[in-house]
């Protein structure tokens, strides 16, 4: 499953800068490990936002704030660390260093080895704590620290929180209300939450079907086929935004291009071994996001074609059929109902 975690809210009560402007320019980061890897998020935020924080009066608020999203497969887990901080005088670049080597200290520590998810989760906090102490040499001002471990238990998702710096949590299952008097006298109220990503199926115009991962395989190289709706996670589909290009020779102009991920797998579809030609297989393989599992969403006839970057050509239900386990493939497009395709929740 694809989880969210964010912010609900995350209320100014009282702010740490007393200064000219009687506001926290407020940033948040996120460190930790996944059983898919290391997470490293070190400014949210992103710098490419202006301002590149959040700035917060008391009684301000931010709400409805995304803190990271990912895959967590059945029996995985996600360890993360939280803080939010307030700028005085940026990050140092030694920070985004030391992120990466706490990302890689979780990851070694508890992926798939964890026997006690209680004791991890109090070992993920004292080094969320020692990682708040070692960073205050930027002179930015750790407002609250706390951590949360996720588990995707068979389906069903689990969230485990405890409090780290400056903070006291009341959690009820996968929410936790945070109250954090943090550095310089700031206190904050919020609740962050972790939910299952609700994602939606592709169907195809001219069979009514869904793209599904045969068999629900989780396995690399597993074939893409249609199949009778069913709206099970080895027919639903994240699509992961990768910027915007040339759709041509579809269209002349420019459309937003996407991995397209499945929610059972966590893997993305591909065009097996990058073939540029007409009839080549298209399967789920892990994601490196390359060409070959880049695909522009072009819009046609009130549905989509999905036009693949690499090969120049569109997915297509082989023979136009409507049967199930139909293969899909890629092919030079013609405009038939079998290469366009709707988003369907």
Not at 74 to 87: D, K, M, W, Y
Not at 147 to 153: G, H, L, R, S
Not at 323 to 340: C, I, M, R, T
């Amino acid at each position: 499953m694809f989880v969210d975690l964010k912010f609900d809210y995350l209320n100014a009560l009282s702010t740490s800068d007393q200064g000219v402007n009687n506001r926290d320019e407020v940033y948040c980061m996120v460190v930790g490990a996944s059983s898919q890897g290391r997470i490293q998020i070190p400014r949210i935020p992103s710098k490419s936002r202006d301002p590149d924080y959040f700035p917060l009066h008391k009684g301000d608020s931010i709400n409805n704030q995304l803190l990271w999203n990912g895959y967590i497969g059945p029996g995985e887990q996600a360890a993360l660390t939280i803080l939010v901080r307030e700028q005085d005088n940026g990050q140092l670049p030694s920070i985004g260093n030391m992120l990466s080597a706490v990302a890689s200290g979780i990851g070694n520590l508890l992926i798939g080895r964890i026997d006690n998810v209680l004791e991890a989760v109090g070992d993920l906090a004292v080094s969320a704590a020692q990682l708040v102490d070692s960073i205050g040499a930027d002179s930015d001002q750790t407002i609250a620290a706390f951590v949360v471990w996720i588990e995707n238990d068979n389906g069903t998702l689990k969230a485990h929180w405890k409090d780290a710096r400056y903070t006291n949590i009341a959690a009820n299952g996968n929410q936790a209300v945070i109250n954090a008097n943090g550095e310089g006298g700031s206190t904050y109220s919020m609740r962050a939450s972790v939910s299952k990503e609700h994602l939606p199926m592709i169907i195809s115009v001219n069979s009514g079907k869904a793209l599904d991962i045969a068999g629900g395989s989780r396995a690399s190289g597993a074939n893409l086929q249609q199949y009778t709706i069913h709206g099970r996670a080895n027919q639903r589909w994240k699509l992961k935004y990768l910027g915007v290009g040339s759709a041509y020779p579809l269209n002349p102009g420019f459309y937003p291009r996407f991995a397209i991920l499945n929610e059972n797998s966590g893997q993305a579809l591909d065009v097996a071994g990058g073939d540029t030609n007409n009839g080549a297989n298209i399967q789920q393989y892990r994601s490196h996001y390359g060409p070959n599992q880049t695909w522009f969403l072009v819009p046609r006839s009130g549905s989509f074609v999905l036009l693949n970057r690499h090969s120049r050509k569109v997915m297509d239900v082989r023979r136009a059929s409507k049967e199930d386990q139909a293969n899909v493939l890629q092919w030079s497009f013609h405009g038939g109902a079998n290469q366009l395709w709707e988003i369907r929740y």
